[in-house]
């Protein structure tokens, strides 16, 4: 079955910008989860998302957002673009999102110029 | 304040060897995971514990939940083991990670 695949896998933008970061689940799996990698902070967990609806957020500004839609699909958003921005975003997917199995997509690397 | 911490962050084997990397969480958990991330970023979950033990081929992974500890381990080490093993919990707070800084393990022909 096809795994977790995040679009686009490199992407390059400008200070000030926003950008739009793509995530699909496995097949049947509701639980989307986003997390951001930096070499000085490791990772770190942004939001999950179940069944279209934010059930967690981690500690980052608001110009992190997020969506899921209907079929599973999330999307997240960063506005206003920070060199500290620059960074691996990886998603996971699982059926529940409590601690059962998890799938990583391939992550998009993300860096602001 | 690390909710999980790992040791050691960096080890050197030469192939052959038997290697062990430790994992201690200060939280309640519904499960702790043990994540491999090769070079170019993909995460691969090797494990999900809620208590016991589990063994894949060579790896074998623990866990005590009153010491709040897991361990890694890895039979016969071999160069394609080399790899950052990262060690992650879901709480039982929330639906999320918190994970480890990380292993950098390399393994040497």
């Known amino acids: 079955k096809a795994g977790v695949t995040q679009t686009p896998r490199y992407l390059i933008k400008t200070r000030g910008q926003q950008v739009t970061l793509s995530c699909s689940p496995i097949s049947g799996h509701r639980s989307v989860s986003w997390y951001q990698q930096t070499p000085g902070q490791g990772l770190q967990f942004l939001f999950e998302y179940f069944s279209e609806t934010q059930r967690n957020k981690g500690n980052f500004p608001g110009r992190f957002s997020g969506r899921q839609f209907s079929n599973s699909r999330s999307e997240m958003n960063v506005s206003t673009l920070e060199l500290g921005d620059s960074a691996l975003y990886l998603c996971?997917?699982?059926?529940?999102?409590?601690?059962?199995?998890?799938?990583f997509g391939s992550g998009t690397r993300l860096t602001v110029v | 304040k690390n909710e999980v911490e790992q040791s050691p962050q960096n080890l050197t084997a030469q192939e052959g060897e038997f290697i062990t990397i430790n994992c201690s969480y200060s939280?309640?958990?519904?499960?702790l995971h043990w994540l491999q991330q090769h070079p170019g970023g993909g995460i691969v979950s090797l494990f999900m514990?809620?208590?016991g033990k589990k063994k894949h081929g060579r790896l074998i992974a623990t866990i005590n939940i009153q010491e709040k500890h897991s361990s890694l381990h890895i039979t016969a080490s071999h160069p394609r083991d080399s790899a950052v093993y990262i060690c992650a919990v879901t709480p039982n707070t929330g639906n999320q990670f918190y994970f480890g800084t990380g292993t950098s393990l390399t393994v040497i022909p």
């Open positions: 996971a997917s699982s059926s529940t999102g409590t601690g059962d199995g998890y799938t």
């Open positions: 514990l809620s208590s």
């Open positions: 939280v309640g958990i519904s499960a």
